[in-house]
């Protein structure tokens, strides 16, 4: 009777901890593509990023040696330059993915396997305010 309680008492101990465990997923490798273009949307810089599926365009950037200038805002990381293109006063540097102007920023957007980034240098608009509050 005392090994089938001790039997009993292992098994509740082993199924316990098995269940506050957590099951990480193993990451999938992905392959990015990347080009910096300049005002003139020659290619300046270009390089095929292996990454990590989950990764953020920051960490594949700085994971694969990317020559990156970053400066950190209360919105998130701001791309100052990269691969040898700067943007002047008036400009920015604009993140395109497959072709779409992407909608965030490369501290939390997360490209896909074969995606095609693209960096550019575009004009800020003249009516542009960033410390405006229109009410």
């Not at 005002?39 to 270009?46: A, G, N, P, Q, R």
């Amino acid at each position: 009777m005392k090994k089938l309680i001790v039997i009993f008492a292992v098994l509740m101990l082993a199924l316990a901890g098995c269940s506050g465990q957590k099951t990480d997923i193993a990451q999938k490798p992905i392959i990015v593509q990347i080009k910096a273009l300049d005002k003139e949307s020659d290619l300046v810089y270009e390089k095929r990023l292996n990454a990590l599926e989950g990764q953020t365009l920051l960490e594949m950037l700085r994971e694969n040696n990317v020559p990156i200038e970053t400066q950190d805002t209360p919105y998130g990381a701001f791309l100052n330059g990269i691969g040898g293109i700067s943007p002047s006063a008036q400009e920015y540097i604009s993140i395109y993915v497959n072709g779409q102007y992407a909608q965030e920023g490369i501290g939390t957007l997360k490209p896909k396997n074969n995606d095609l980034i693209e960096f550019g240098i575009e004009e800020i608009s003249p009516d542009f305010n960033a410390t405006s509050t229109e009410q």
